[in-house]
């Protein structure tokens, strides 16, 4: 199966800005038919690297394929009006002073392209709001009708750049939750920028991870849950505790909560005893034990429901830690930390 989208070693960085590089030698493949997450902090290269894709942005180094077509480095560039590439931004971008069947027609040859645009209407439930200007239209149609004017032309590719970050939770739940199929209708993959993990998590095929314009792993959301490549990955994505470890004799290690002998390591396979390296742990495999002579203290608390989250501060660290609601610790109070017997955690390289 070949690719829809190809990123073989690009570089980037913006011409007027003396900072380091926005993206460094990612390598990235989208299949066809497939729903890609960018994931990553603010300021990670998640966004240039869509806009590359799209031809907003010129790679310094590497090259960009969209199918078997070279559209960027080694000499080649196609202008991002000949990509093929539908594009869904962040503002809906819709103009307002056409109206909604306009708006979904913008771009298309006169006279062409009123049965697929019918077509999406119904597909994402716009119907009968056709002659309705932007103003006229809740976020969650002016979202569908930005999505309808991407998919007009047939792009090969829809590039998505936090699409649902200005909805209330119901729509952008709702919404999110048919993106896949509608991209299946319409014989497209997608690209989708977002900074929120469970979203990522809960939608994409594939998640590619990124931070300071690095690539730090590319798989599958089962993949990355099982296996995450980095500490990053594991702290950003998973929202794991990474505590400092190390060896205190061959094969055995211990962290500032304890040693690890009664835990189930799943150990990185590159790991050896002489690294640095630390420990991936579920802030529910942390209790707390309260004592006034702790050397841990609780310095702040969220009410999650059915649950408590605490941070503890141990020394330079602070952890998460979960527990239930008949736990019910008052700030400042003094304990001690522990990882619970026969907890999974990840051990890897620094």
């Known amino acids: 199966m070949g690719s829809t989208v190809a990123l073989n070693g690009v570089w980037h960085r913006y011409s007027n800005s003396a900072e380091a590089w926005t993206l460094r030698g ?60 539908g594009m869904v931004f962040q503002d809906y971008a819709l103009f307002p002073h056409l109206n909604a069947w306009r708006n979904a027609r913008f771009g298309l040859a006169r006279g062409k392209g009123d049965e697929r645009v019918a077509w999406l209407f119904s597909l994402l439930g716009l119907e009968g709001l056709e002659q309705r200007y932007p103003h006229q239209l809740s976020g969650g149609q002016r979202q569908r009708l930005a999505m309808a004017r991407a998919l007009a032309p047939s792009p090969r590719v829809v590039l ?15 919404l999110r939750s048919e993106l896949s199929a509608v991209l299946e209708a319409c014989d497209a993959s997608g690209v989708i920028v977002t900074h929120d993990p469970d979203e990522a998590l809960a939608i994409c095929d594939r998640i590619a991870v990124m931070r300071d314009g690095v690539l730090h792993q590319c798989a599958t959301p089962q993949e990355i849950v099982r296996t995450p490549a980095t500490p990053f990955v594991g702290s950003f994505v998973l929202q794991r505790n990474v505590i400092p470890a190390q060896s205190t004799r061959p094969d055995q290690w211990s962290c500032p909560l304890g040693d690890l002998s009664q835990q189930h390591i799943r150990m990185a396979a590159t790991l050896t005893n002489q690294e640095e390296c630390c420990v991936l742990v579920e802030s529910k495999d942390i209790e707390i034990d309260a004592d006034d002579r702790g050397d841990a203290s609780i310095i702040g608390r969220e009410f999650l429901c059915d649950l408590w989250e605490y941070r503890v501060r141990l020394g330079e660290i602070v952890v998460r830690a979960t527990c239930g609601v008949e736990k019910n610790y008052p700030p400042q109070m003094p304990c001690n930390l522990r990882i619970r017997k026969g907890a999974a955690v990840d051990l890897m390289t620094s």
């Open 26 to 85: 990612v390598d990235l493949e989208v299949v066809p038919g497939e729903l890609i997450g960018l994931l990553g902090p603010s300021g990670c290269g998640k966004t240039t690297l869509l806009r590359l894709i799209a031809g907003f942005e010129r790679p310094d180094c590497g090259s960009l394929r969209l199918g078997q077509q070279l559209v960027a480095g080694d000499g080649a560039w196609l202008a991002p009006e000949r990509r093929g590439v």
């Open 160 to 174: 998505l750049d936090e699409p649902f970050s200005s909805l209330d939770v119901e729509v952008r739940l709702r």
